[in-house]
């Protein structure tokens, strides 16, 4: 054997990767170990995340699409129902009269009870076709419709043209759809239905 000459020593042999990563670390594991599990938490918190955020984009949509139909209705009805049908309506509703009739109209008041009849008739269009749902019309103009296709149904038969039935079908859906809505109701309590007058509603002839 060789004698080490002075000021070299026997060289210790390098430690490889693996024994480097096979140290002891935390609780005993090794060092690759503790790697692994902290990989596997960090892509779960990972998901998570991700799934969090995914679910929040959702809701926000889900919330600017309901403010987006919230205006457009609010444009609708503030487009079918300007200040002079609001006026029309209660006079009609509040008239004592259980029926109008046009020869006790004068050409102005004709015009004004016309207009309000095109009114709900797009209502109940709108209805119809469910651009509108029933929680989102009838607790705002329901009772009113089912009171004034009372009274006009009769004025309505005799002044619009017969070769144009859905001018008075649309505003008759809307008024039976209103009842039917308010029958369920009145069970379950109507403070949500504007007006709503539970005698007089049992006493309506549609």
Not at 34 to 59: D, E, K, P
Not at 97 to 112: F, G, M, Q, W, Y
Not at 149 to 170: G, T
Request: hydrophobic share 40%; net charge neutral; proline share 2%.
């Amino acid at each position: 054997f060789f004698q080490a000459e002075d000021g070299i020593r026997d060289s210790v042999a390098s430690r490889g990767r693996g024994d480097v990563y096979k140290r002891q670390g935390i609780n005993g594991m090794s060092d690759l170990d503790l790697a692994r599990i902290v990989g596997g938490w960090a892509t779960l918190v990972t998901c998570i995340m991700v799934a969090l955020g995914s679910l929040f984009a959702l809701y926000q949509l889900r919330i600017s699409a309901k403010a987006r139909r919230l205006q457009v209705l609010v444009s609708i009805y503030d487009h079918l129902r300007p200040q002079e049908i609001v006026e029309t309506e209660q006079q009609l509703i509040h008239d004592p009269s259980d029926e109008i009739k046009a020869d006790s109209l004068t050409e102005n008041e004709i015009r004004k009870v016309n207009n309000l009849i095109y009114s709900y008739q797009r209502l109940g269009y709108f209805l119809y076709q469910g651009l509108v749902s029933e929680q989102e019309l009838i607790p705002m103009v329901g009772w009113e419709s089912m009171v004034l296709w009372s009274k006009l149904k009769n004025y309505i038969y005799e002044q619009l043209r017969a070769d144009v039935p859905h001018a008075r079908a649309h505003f008759e859906y809307l008024a039976l759809r209103s009842r039917k809505y308010m029958s369920k109701k009145l069970d379950n309590g109507t403070k949500d239905i504007t007006n709503f007058d539970p005698e007089k509603f049992r006493s309506l002839d549609l």
